[in-house]
Nanobody, 123 residues
Framework: VQLQASGGWLVQAGGSLRLSCAAS????????MGWFRQALGKEREFVAA????????DYADSVKGRFTISRDNAKNTVYLQMNSLKPEDTAVYYC?????????????????WGQGTLVTVSS
C-alpha cells in the first residue's frame, strides 16, 4: 500500500490550501482515511477522518469549521480543504489509511501512512 500526499505550500494567514492523498495497493473504499499533523517539536495530532463510504467525518476541535475532509473513491484519493489558515496550522500533514472502514481519531487505528507534506502559514 502506498499513500502519496501532496499540496503543501507556503500560504499567508487567512488563505486556503487543498491537500490530496492518492492511495494504491488496496480497495480504497473499504478503509477509513485520516489526516494528522505534526508541528516542529510537538507530537503528532489528529486533524480529520472520514469513513470508507465517505458518509461520516470527524474533526479536531482546532480545525472544525475551517477544514473539510472528503474522498473520491473512484480516484482513490482523499482531500483536506483548509480555509482560514492560521500560523498555528503550520506542520507536516500526513494522510493515513485505516485498519477498517470505520473512522477514528486515534493514530493506532491507522495501518498505513504517507510521507507527509509541509504546510507553512505565515503571519
Amino acid at each position: 500500500v502506498q499513500l502519496q500526499a501532496s499540496g503543501g505550500w507556503l500560504v499567508q494567514a487567512g488563505g486556503s490550501l487543498r491537500l490530496s492523498c492518492a492511495a494504491s495497493g488496496r480497495t480504497f473504499s473499504s478503509y477509513a482515511m485520516g489526516w494528522f499533523r505534526q508541528a516542529l517539536g510537538k507530537e503528532r495530532e489528529f486533524v480529520a477522518a472520514i469513513s470508507g463510504s465517505g458518509v461520516t467525518t470527524d474533526y479536531a476541535d482546532s480545525v472544525k469549521g475551517r477544514f473539510t475532509i472528503s474522498r473520491d473513491n473512484a480516484k482513490n484519493t482523499v482531500y483536506l480543504q483548509m480555509n482560514s489558515l492560521k500560523p498555528e496550522d503550520t506542520a507536516v500533514y500526513y494522510c493515513a489509511s485505516g485498519w477498517t472502514s470505520l473512522m477514528d481519531y486515534k493514530s493506532r487505528a491507522y495501518e498505513y501512512w504517507g510521507q507527509g507534506t509541509l504546510v507553512t502559514v505565515s503571519s
